[in-house]
């Protein structure tokens, strides 16, 4: 837009110059005026080009000081064109259309103001100036007309600006939908850990990685002992709460590669890539240590959970869905020994 700027004033200066040629404009109010358009046009396209706009205004575009400077331009090319100025009234109109899409509501109402009072007042000036060149009752007609384009214009550029408002904030809404759903889709909305879905896609991700690397990937299958017991003695709502507990309290213990997630109701499954069994079961130990220490009286006074774990380990060539068998069998053979233990498969 700043490079089709600078073409449309350079034709304009071309124009201009052939009103010179015509008689029609002073030679050298034309190239002062000319000078002005130019290096406005040369001084805001550098300022975009360079990125120095992005530095000193909200609006990179600089919407706004462009229309303003191409109106103050337009008026006085009104001032000096003489009997021609009346086709600057289309020039007018279409420096006002460059800011319809870039413009706020309010800035399109202050600059339609702007522009009508700047007129008004050359035109005025000119008509007691150069009565002739400018009579009143021309200058009155034009005024009339200038009324009806900044009018409608501005009408236009407010209505713009209500249209890019909307769009602005149905496109915040669409992007917090967007994050929103992408949450969702990867995490447990009650514990926050990654949910099944995206544990399996990590995993086969992880795999991918093994392939290359030949290293185990350490699976834990872990329960929360007879949490069937604690809803039904003291609810739903202390049952959740209790989830969120040892959620928090679990991943205190593990490494940034490694990966929680819920599994289902109180089942979990921890992922640690390049672990072995027994690297597994010291993480294990640890976070059993971490739950050990673990208040819950703000959710029911007294209570204390352990929970069962199975551990297995996916070797190359081994498919993740026999791996996670492996760890399932063992995690019940460890809920059938007794509990709060664990159990390689």
């Not at 002005?36 to 805001?44: E, H, P, Q, R, S």
């Amino acid at each position: 837009m700043g490079l089709l700027t600078l073409g449309l004033y350079g034709v304009f200066a071309l124009l201009q110059h052939a009103e010179v040629l015509l008689g029609l404009v002073d030679a050298r109010a034309s190239a002062w005026l000319t000078a002005y358009f130019l290096l406005g046009a040369l001084t805001f396209y550098f300022l975009l080009r360079s990125g120095w706009s992005e530095r000193f205004s909200r609006d990179p575009s600089l919407t706004l000081p462009q229309t303003l400077y191409g109106v103050v331009g337009v008026i006085g090319a009104y001032a000096i064109t003489g009997p021609a100025r009346g086709a600057v009234m289309a020039v007018l109109v279409l420096v006002l259309a460059f800011g319809m899409f870039g413009l706020s509501v309010q800035q399109a109402r202050m600059l339609a103001v702007f522009s009508l009072v700047a007129l008004a007042l050359t035109m005025a000036w000119k008509s007691q100036s150069d009565p002739l060149g400018y009579p009143v009752r021309v200058e009155a007609v034009h005024l009339a007309f200038a009324v009806i384009i900044l009018i409608g214009v501005s009408a236009l550029s407010m209505r713009m600006g209500v249209l890019r408002d909307n769009l602005r904030r149905q496109k915040h809404e669409l992007e917090g939908s967007l994050k929103k759903n992408q949450i969702l889709a990867t995490q447990d909305e009650l514990t926050g850990l990654v949910n099944r879905r995206h544990m399996t896609a990590l995993m086969k991700t992880e795999q991918l990685r093994q392939q290359r690397s030949g290293a185990p990937i350490g699976l834990i299958l872990l329960d929360i002992d007879h949490f069937k017991r604690i809803n039904d003695q003291h609810g739903h709502h202390a049952g959740d709460a209790v989830l969120k507990a040892f959620a928090r309290a679990a991943s205190h213990q593990l490494r940034g590669s490694d990966v929680l997630s819920r599994w289902g109701g109180e089942e979990f499954l921890l992922m640690l890539p390049t672990a072995t069994e027994a690297e597994a079961l010291l993480c294990i130990e640890r976070m059993r240590a971490e739950l050990s220490q673990l208040s819950l009286d703000t959710i029911v006074p007294g209570l204390r959970i352990t929970f069962s774990a199975g551990v297995s380990a996916c070797r190359p060539g081994e498919t993740l869905d026999s791996a996670i068998e492996r760890a399932d069998r063992a995690m019940y053979r460890a809920k059938k020994t007794g509990r709060n233990r664990t159990v390689q498969g």
